[in-house]
């Protein structure tokens, strides 16, 4: 009983601390002040991006560019969520048993949309993430984008297997090509994941110099690393009632 | 208006959603509220401005969180009265 009442004083004081927090920022009102001059951070993003990156979308600019190591980062993250699901639930098929990855297999109407659709999806996913430096998206959406239309055909069809060599190749260089492009800036212009001098223009595919390439190397990974999550999941075999 | 009365219907059927995802003791149909939960969510960033997050809540909120959900019932148990009966009472008798 006493448990519930410190956990209801450690809510009211996380509460009043937030609250007091939130109650200096004016709600809806414009911060943003002048972009020419800038003073606040967001304005000098909105005002950097396209006057010297020539990125379209400040999103981008912001997660490849200024904020480029914590990117780096979170793609770890990833990588190690999946190294750890691998290691503890793939296994080796054993040639006896059959997979049982459907208890039941797809009407025919099913399988011949999953057919269409499969290829429309991976260029929509491979668009996201190539233009993210242009439109809204970029490498996580496009990664995602790409593994539900894996998604699909591995539910669809019994007989459909990643091929877990290309899988794991792709992925490597992929990750690699993050660190090399950051190791570039930090060797030619001194600091890591440094934009390159050449920039192109404003609203061109080949415009804000390493953007484009490193959003690619994120889409790949991300989109084989979720792939290979699900492909590892569904091959896990039912608990026998 | 019209917007106004659609943004209200919107954060009431979110609240509904979230409240019969707890209450629900059979845990497919929780999983298919989350789901109806960022649907609207992916709605509400998108009428926010932020098409980023948007496509990201379309991609992994609706699609593969919910699916990898699916998978790990299908391969536990789908009642959550019947989980607790097989494990976690018995785990609270050995201890």
Known sequence: MLKKYIIFALIAILGFYLASTFKEIPFGA?????????ETVSAFYLQKSPEDLH???????????????DTL???TVLFLAVTGLT??????????????????????????????????ILV????????????????FQGGAIIATGFLLMLITYKTFFTNHNVMTWLESIAGLGFVIAGLYGLIVYGSFLQNTAWTGNLNDLLSGGLIPLIYIFIG?????????????????????? | MAMILFLVVMVIIILAAAIYAILQKDLLYAVLATGVISVILSIFFYLLQAPDVAITEAAIGIAL??????????????????YKENHVEKFNKKN
């Open chain 1, 55 to 69: 990125v379209a979308n400040a999103i981008t600019a912001i997660v490849v560019n200024f904020r480029g190591f």
């Open chain 1, 124 to 139: 929509l996913g491979m668009y996201v993430f190539i233009h993210g430096h242009l439109t809204p998206g970029g490498g």
């Open chain 2, 65 to 82: 969180t919910t699916i990898i959900f699916i998978i790990t019932i299908r391969n536990t148990t789908r009642d959550e009265d019947e």
């Open chain 1, 30 to 38: 414009n911060r943003l002040g002048d972009l020419n001059d800038p």
């Open chain 1, 220 to 241: 790949l990974k991300v989109g084989t690393e979720l792939t290979s999550v699900l492909d590892i999941l569904l091959n896990i075999k039912p608990r026998k009632k």
């Open chain 1, 87 to 120: 290691s503890i639930l793939y296994r080796k098929e054993e040639e006896e048993d059959e997979e049982e990855r459907l208890s039941i297999p797809s009407s025919s109407l099913v399988r011949t949309g999953a057919k269409i659709l499969f290829p429309l």
């Open chain 1, 73 to 75: 980062g979170e793609v």
